[in-house]
């Protein structure tokens, strides 16, 4: 099995969906969705620098990562695909999709603002540890772990400042990338609205969707979001 992903992609899966993390997390941060939606296997990537790939370095330039994801991940790009990232993800699988000779059938785009923005909210790197710490508190609190033992939260914080700082130093030029794009922004969402999504326009053809829910509902893999990707893989 590849490192890069959790598991093993079946043989016979017809379709499948490479999903990215957002900054400070990994792939178990898909650990609620369903192995396939439809005929699309779900793959989540795993970057270096947290879960299982701990002790690896993380990443500190997209170009770096793409090239590399682009090499580990092209095994598994024999049969249609697409690309999903949320947040920091989305520009994780923008990254390498605008590397790839191969075009995928779509790159699904969640509450991400465009790359050229250079930008990493709700975080900055000038914020402390202990700011920081203070914010994977409340995001804990709201995924439902009022308690993140302390030596995990010093951890994370580690993480989540290296994926700021490689955030807002990305901003390469907008350029059409080589597949349809489906924009997802969340009705609730107070860190990445979805009215800012719109200029996802200048990257290509672009369908815009607004689900229920807040910035973390994609977690779940709600219906609503199943059946967008289930519908825009298609087209």
Request: hydrophobic share 40%; net charge negative; charged share 25%.
């Amino acid at each position: 099995m590849g490192r890069w992903l959790l598991l093993e992609p079946d043989p016979d899966a017809t379709k499948r969906l490479f999903c990215f993390p957002f900054a400070g997390v990994g792939a178990a941060a898909f650990r609620d969705w369903p192995g396939r939606i439809g005929d699309i296997e779900i793959c989540p990537v795993q970057l270096p620098g947290r879960e299982n790939r701990m002790r690896e370095p993380a990443y500190t330039d997209f170009d770096a990562f793409a090239e590399d994801a682009v090499r580990e991940l092209d095994p598994y790009l024999d049969r249609p695909f697409a690309f999903f990232g949320h947040c920091m993800g989305a520009l994780l699988a923008h990254a390498v999709a605008d590397r790839l000779d191969r075009k995928p059938q779509r790159l699904f785009v969640s509450s991400s603002y465009v790359p050229y923005l250079g930008v990493s909210k709700p975080f900055h790197p000038d914020m402390s540890d202990d700011q920081l710490s203070g914010e994977l508190r409340a995001i804990s609190v709201r995924l439902g772990d009022p308690d993140p033992l302390p030596e995990l939260l010093e951890l994370s914080v580690m993480l989540l400042r290296n994926d700021i700082d490689l955030c807002f130093e990305y901003a390469p030029p907008a350029r059409p990338v080589k597949c349809p794009i489906t924009t997802i922004g969340w009705a609730g969402d107070t860190i990445v609205p979805a009215t800012d999504m719109g200029e996802w326009t200048e990257y290509g053809a672009v369908t815009h969707h607004v689900l229920k829910g807040d910035f973390f509902d994609f977690l779940s893999a709600p219906t609503e979001l199943r059946d967008v990707i289930a519908r825009d893989f298609k087209e």
